[in-house]
């Protein structure tokens, strides 16, 4: 099992950008792969972005691809969401996951972080 924590949301206008992180502890953060989500009140949670182990391969959803670039710092045991040109829709309490069969939607991701909330005013 692996302990996520992440940081960085906040309020920005519609254009802004935000970075948002996620700090791991416990078992080797190297190891897994991981993943962000998001869920907007009143919606289901959805995947945004994944990366594998050694970062190299991303995934994005439609959504995000172009605005938003997922790395990760395996010598920090962290994991990173550069956000930039966000929109009024990308507001959300964003999650970091992490999963030992993959970095796409559709994989299990076995531990979450409590999440951070990102608010876009117009």
């Known amino acids: 099992q692996v302990q996520l924590v992440e940081s960085g949301g906040g309020l920005v206008q519609a254009g802004g950008s935000l970075r948002l992180s996620c700090a791991a502890s416990g078992r080797t953060f190297s190891r897994y792969y991981m993943g962000w989500f998001r869920q907007a009140p009143g919606k289901e949670r959805e995947f945004v972005s994944g990366i594998s182990w050694s970062g190299t391969s991303t995934y994005y959803a439609d959504s995000v691809k172009g605005r938003f670039t997922i790395s990760r710092d395996n010598t920090k045991n962290t994991m990173y969401l550069q956000m930039n040109s966000l929109k009024p829709e990308d507001t959300a309490v964003y999650y970091c996951?992490?999963?030992?069969?993959?970095?796409?939607?559709?994989?299990?991701?076995?531990?979450w972080g409590q999440g951070t909330q990102v608010t876009v005013s117009a």
């Open positions: 996951a992490a999963s030992n069969s993959g970095y796409g939607p559709h994989n299990n991701y076995d531990d």
